[in-house]
């Protein structure tokens, strides 16, 4: 499977899936950054992937960017796109086209705290666990089954940074899981619910 991995800052996700391309059987040909110097840049460069920043500053509105963005990723020989802290809402047509072939992580137990700041809304909503997802990308945001999660458990002395912090972790190894689960042909999507290897995926870090 030939990947693309879109990203707009640090990268750390990306470097997951960088350093787990040989378990994945999953390889990046193709980094697109929506930010000029994004630190992800770098690390894609490091592992001679190529790069390419595609900045909605330059487009005249939302459509001709993303069209930008599947001529590159398609050029680029990739079948298949990771969202690796991807900041900016992609168009409806966009997700049509990579339907099913573009999957994304967040850091929260999808479907709660969609969106932004999300663990600063942990904390002050008192709760006691938080995670991440991968999930299948469809139009309306932070939604579109899930493939896998995580749960991290949420400390007294916690602030936004540390608890994030301990969600990257597990995001780290949920997302070159995941990858790895899709590009071994385990996945199935069938009434908008992901079945690995014929069974449903109720339970978190339900990997084979
Ligand atoms: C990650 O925590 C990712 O889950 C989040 O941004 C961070 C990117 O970190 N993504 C979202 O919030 C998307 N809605 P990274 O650049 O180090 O991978």
């Given at each position: 499977m030939k990947v693309a991995v879109l990203i707009s800052g640090r990268g750390s996700n990306l470097q997951a899936l960088i350093d787990a391309q040989i378990k994945t059987?999953?390889?990046?040909v193709l980094v697109i950054s929506s930010?000029?110097?994004?630190?992800g840049l770098e690390r894609a460069a490091k592992a001679g992937i190529p790069t390419i920043v595609i900045n909605h500053?330059?487009?005249?509105?939302r459509q001709p960017f993303d069209a930008a963005m599947t001529d590159a990723i398609e050029a680029g020989g990739a079948d298949f796109v990771c969202l690796a802290g991807f900041m900016r809402i992609l168009s409806d047509d966009f997700i049509a086209h990579w339907r099913n072939r573009l999957i994304n992580i967040h850091?929260?137990?999808?479907?709660?705290?969609?969106?932004?700041n999300v663990q600063q809304r942990v904390l002050d909503a008192g709760e006691a666990q938080a995670g991440c997802t991968v999930h299948f990308v469809r139009p309306?945001?932070?939604?579109?089954?899930?493939i896998a999660q995580a749960k991290v458990p949420v400390m007294a002395d916690d602030d936004a940074g540390s608890l994030a912090e301990r969600i990257l972790e597990q995001e780290h190894v949920i997302y070159p899981e995941a990858l790895r689960l899709i590009a071994e042909g385990r996945v199935r999507i069938e009434n908008e619910r992901v079945l690995i290897d014929g069974a449903a995926t109720d339970a978190p870090d339900n990997f084979a």
């Open positions: 059987g999953a390889e990046i930010v000029e110097g994004a630190q500053k330059d487009f005249d509105g850091p929260s137990l999808l479907p709660a705290y969609k969106g932004l309306e945001m932070d939604t579109g089954p899930i």
